[in-house]
């Protein structure tokens, strides 16, 4: 049978009726988190009967209209003063010209795209607490400095996958994701950065990087730690390595030690040429594809693969098969962690606390709610969907203008960005490939970070950019977001705890649950141009999601 007809049945057998949920206009009590488990499968069948034509008629406003005026709220921007660039060099260049540098800095950035981002933002700001010269940040240690050939460092670039033996795992190195030269170049005057330590330093630990002394920072450490803890070791011995590295500085530090985040984050933290030239053609291919919204697009983080399922505990509308499923992944996969846990209760818990991963079709019906109709242009940003050739269907019926990367770049595009053949290429309605989201073997045989890259910058360029499970991801897009857009995240961030009240109330009436929609869009667009107040040392708030105050400076150099 042809891929479109099996989709095409499976999407038929998704909306069939099962009763309209009544036209009822009264809210029902939040269940117990027992009863939600026991009834699950029910609610998810009766939710899916809300997926019906009669509730997606086009709408009177056409989405290129609303598009173009879906955020009502407007910051007025203030004149900026230009960053206080000499100033900055002068305080933290002084200690430099008159004793030299401290000595080198050695961090691994650990974990995915935006984990990496943010310890290599925080490693900028280190160094230039301690005035140590930055060596760039590894992603990922081995134990050989240098390898046998002589040539430059490599780390943890190959190593055998632990869930599958035999097989090779990825790993990018730094100048993969970033382009090395423009990250030394920008940062030249602030902080100094090397590519690898000299060989007469790195010879007296017989290029061994293990021999180096290594030093276990606290989480959100101050930079009085830095500076009385760290500093006086990175004198004695002339080089330190910090790992592991994520969140180990505090958000709250010296304004010209925070504008280096700034600066690095914003300026010099460019993505590669290969990702860059393939991201703007992804970019101009949606623009391409959304004719009919003026060019507008709006972008989703979907965050429905299976390993995130397993790990929320939640259950969805497979029945037993599925609990033995997502406990054996659990088993394989976190050995333990979940032993003795009434994981039949935490699903019921986590649902009715809007911690589970909403569904694609979730998500499609939150947007038509908000009023996206069907000619809206929809880029998914996300890993291989748990069992996506069912789950995805209800999504495409309601947008049938759903794009990825794998629909919008060929194959030889991508290649460059993947380890292993392709395992299969799943073709739906209207050429929309999805290989990572349904069949191909992308994950843990690909370049991961990479790949994120590529939909960090479609997603950052979009009109609309809804999030639907936090993460760094979306904490770093609403951010760079807010930098780029005056100040206005343009971010759609779901009240998830009263999302699932309303989509499990099968009295709600489609206008009542509109209303309700349209009403969260509005509280998305009210908070997505707010600007929290930053005292002296005094900011609580991440400096990655909001940028402003201290980072409006650099618009006006």
């Not at 900055?88 to 430099?96: A, C, H, I, K, P």
């Amino acid at each position: 049978m042809a891929i479109n007809t099996i989709i095409k049945n499976k999407t038929s057998n998704v909306v069939s009726s099962e009763g309209s949920g009544g036209d009822g206009n009264s809210s029902s009590p939040p269940p117990s988190p027992r009863r939600q488990t026991s009834g699950l499968p029910q609610c998810r069948r009766r939710l899916r009967s809300k997926v019906q034509l009669q509730y997606f008629r086009k709408d009177s406003l056409a989405a290129g209209i609303f598009l173009s005026s879906v955020w009502q709220f407007k910051r007025r921007m203030k004149v900026q003063k230009p960053c206080p660039v000499l100033a900055t060099r002068r305080r933290l260049g002084s200690v430099e010209v008159s004793s030299g540098p401290a000595g080198y800095l050695i961090v691994e950035a650990n974990g995915g795209l935006n984990q990496q981002r943010s310890a290599i933002c925080n490693a900028v700001a280190v160094a230039g607490i301690l005035n140590a010269v930055l060596v760039i940040p590894s992603f990922g240690y081995n134990n050989v400095w240098k390898d046998p050939s002589g040539d430059r460092p490599t780390i943890c670039i190959w190593k055998l996958a632990k869930s599958a033996p035999g097989k090779v795992q990825a790993y990018s190195e730094f100048r993969d994701i970033y382009d090395e030269d423009h990250f030394i170049a920008t940062l030249e005057g602030y902080v100094k950065v090397v590519k690898e330590l000299p060989d007469e330093l790195i010879s007296k630990y017989d290029h061994n990087i293990t021999n180096i002394p290594h030093l276990r920072v606290e989480a959100w450490a101050p930079a009085k730690h830095y500076l009385g803890k760290v500093y006086p070791v990175l004198q004695e011995q002339g080089v330190i390595r910090i790992a592991p590295f994520a969140n180990r500085l505090a958000m709250d530090v010296p304004s010209h030690i925070q504008l280096l985040r700034c600066i690095t984050n914003y300026r010099a933290l460019k993505f590669s040429a290969p990702i860059t030239t393939l991201a703007h053609k992804l970019v101009n291919r949606m623009i391409e594809r959304s004719s009919m919204t003026g060019g507008k697009y709006v972008s989703v983080h979907l965050r429905f693969e299976e390993d995130m399922v397993a790990f929320s505990c939640c259950l969805y509308d497979g029945g037993d098969a599925e609990k033995f499923e997502m406990h054996s992944f659990r088993e394989k996969e976190w050995k333990g962690k979940f032993k003795g846990k009434d994981l039949d209760f935490a699903a019921g818990r986590n649902r009715i606390d809007g911690k589970c991963p909403l569904t694609p079709l979730e998500v499609g019906m939150m947007l038509r709610g908000m009023g996206f109709d069907s000619n809206t242009s929809i880029y998914l940003a996300s890993g291989k969907i748990y069992k996506g050739e069912q789950h995805l269907a209800p999504l495409l019926k309601m947008f049938p203008l759903l794009y990825s990367k794998e629909s919008l770049a060929t194959s030889d595009e991508l290649a460059p960005f993947q380890i292993t053949q392709t395992i299969s290429v799943f073709i739906m309605r209207h050429f929309t490939i999805f290989a990572t989201l349904t069949g191909m073997k992308f994950g843990r045989h690909g370049y991961s970070s990479r790949l994120a890259a590529l939909d960090y910058t479609v997603c950052l360029f979009s009109e609309v950019f809804a999030t639907t499970h936090g993460g760094n991801f979306p904490h770093f897009l609403m951010g760079h977001r807010r930098f780029l857009f005056n100040g206005h995240a343009k971010t759609i961030k779901p009240d998830k705890r009263m999302l699932v009240g309303l989509l499990e109330n099968m009295t709600i009436s489609w206008k009542d649950f509109k209303d309700d929609m349209e009403a969260m869009l509005l509280e998305s667009d009210r908070k997505g141009m707010m600007i929290p107040r930053v005292r002296k040392f005094n900011r609580k708030n991440s400096i990655y999601t909001f940028p402003l105050p201290e980072c409006d400076c650099l618009h006006a150099g």
